[in-house]
């Protein structure tokens, strides 16, 4: 079997696993004051020193979450929440067009649910980025501090954000800004304190450590309320029990990701798919190919071929990758960010995304280009029967 879909789940890290067993022998509660809470706790704090290394923030800016869904949530509604306790209420919130579903949902439920709150999309580029003019022009409209929305990298192209434009643009009308790194962490160079952001999320199993956890780094002084009541955990920050053996196996993987520095690796197998691809198939589209981009990530098409029969086929086959579609009660919709990107409904539909790894190799792209010589190979034999 050859997984290349790393950008939803990247296989756990040896080091991560190693780590994660370590901890699963501790057996104490890190609020507990006994010997066995006390190794409990430092198994916590290193895990966090860990994560903050890989995100250019100090160690109290790290809030460990249930996951990236999690911190994005905590960060928004917190935000909203922390800044009325602060009486400095937001009154807007600015998103992007191609943001993680956990942040376009829980924004736009803010929205309906908060009094005095209205939201705005940011739109996008052709070639995927983030239009920063038109932030710039929706910052200087209407009253209130508002709240900007903006990810690292994109989760289904790749597409590098200008997160230096977005946070001069924002710092400049007063906005706080909270940028969603769970996909670029490990890939690209993050730093916290130098880009200017005011919240910044990260996952575990994104670069190699556990599902079910993740965290959200907090600038000091930023509005912040816990939204999950019952206990004086994180700082009072975010309350339950911390998952003491999923931390250590996020600070493992994130030790790891910090001393490969393996994007260029990933690009050189990103390249050779793409030339591959585009030699055997001239008519073929890259979405957000005229942009920089995670070295990891390639998303195309190949017009005339579905999605949908492309996965299923290539499953068949042994290759595992994901589409740029998102199946639902077996229904295939058109990816809203390829949508925002201006990519019409019939090549979305024959959108598929290959994402590269740690464990990835050469051979994985000679047997992903292989499985894409029979597939399509399947369907034009199809079509002359």
Excluded at 105 to 128: C, F, K, L, M, T
Excluded at 148 to 165: D, S
Excluded at 249 to 254: K, R, V
Excluded at 331 to 340: E, F, G, I, P, W
Aim: neutral net charge; charged residues 20%.
């Amino acid at each position: 079997m050859i997984y290349l879909d790393h950008n939803a789940t990247s296989p756990l890290r040896p080091e991560a696993r190693a780590a994660m067993e370590r901890a699963l022998e501790i057996g104490g509660n890190p609020s507990s004051v006994h010997g066995a809470g006390r190794v409990a706790r430092a198994c916590v704090e290193a895990a966090r020193e860990s994560v903050a290394r890989l995100a250019g923030a100090e160690s109290a800016d790290v809030v460990f979450t249930s996951g990236g869904t999690e911190a994005n949530a905590l960060a928004l509604w917190g935000a909203v929440y922390g800044a009325l306790e602060a009486e400095a209420r937001l009154t807007r919130l600015f998103v992007s067009a191609i943001e993680h579903s956990s942040v376009a949902v829980n924004a736009a439920v803010i929205a309906a649910r908060v009094p005095g709150i209205r939201i705005a999309e940011i739109p996008v580029g052709s070639d995927g980025a983030i239009d920063v003019e038109a932030l710039r022009v929706l910052l200087r409209e209407g009253k209130g501090r508002a709240l900007v929305a903006a990810m690292a990298a994109n989760n289904e192209t790749g597409v590098i954000q200008p997160l230096g434009e977005i946070a001069r643009h924002a710092k400049e009308a007063g906005a706080l800004l909270l940028v969603d790194a769970v996909q670029s962490a490990g890939k690209v160079t993050t730093d916290f304190a130098k880009l200017g952001a005011d919240y910044l999320t990260l996952s575990a199993h994104k670069i190699g450590g556990p599902q079910g956890v993740g965290a959200l780094i907090v600038k000091s002084g930023v509005p912040l309320a816990s939204i999950v009541g019952g206990g004086g955990h994180e700082r009072g920050r975010r309350a339950g029990t911390e998952n003491v053996s999923g931390i250590a196996g996020f600070g493992a993987a994130a030790a790891v990701v910090r001393e490969l520095g393996t994007a260029n690796r990933l690009a050189e197998f990103r390249d050779r798919f793409e030339n591959g691809v585009r030699k055997r198939w001239p008519q073929a589209v890259f979405f957000g190919a005229s942009a920089s981009r995670l070295g990891n990530t390639s998303n195309f098409a190949l017009p005339g071929i579905s999605a949908e029969n492309a996965m299923m086929g290539l499953d068949l086959d042994g290759i595992m990758v994901s589409s740029g579609s998102a199946c639902s009660s077996g229904k295939v919709k058109s990816s809203r960010v390829l949508k925002a990107m201006g990519v019409d409904d019939e090549t979305a539909r024959s959108a598929l995304r290959v994402s590269f790894g740690w464990n990835s190799s050469d051979d994985d792209v000679d047997a992903a280009l292989a499985a894409l010589d029979r597939l399509v190979a399947r369907a034009h034999s199809r079509v002359a029967a």
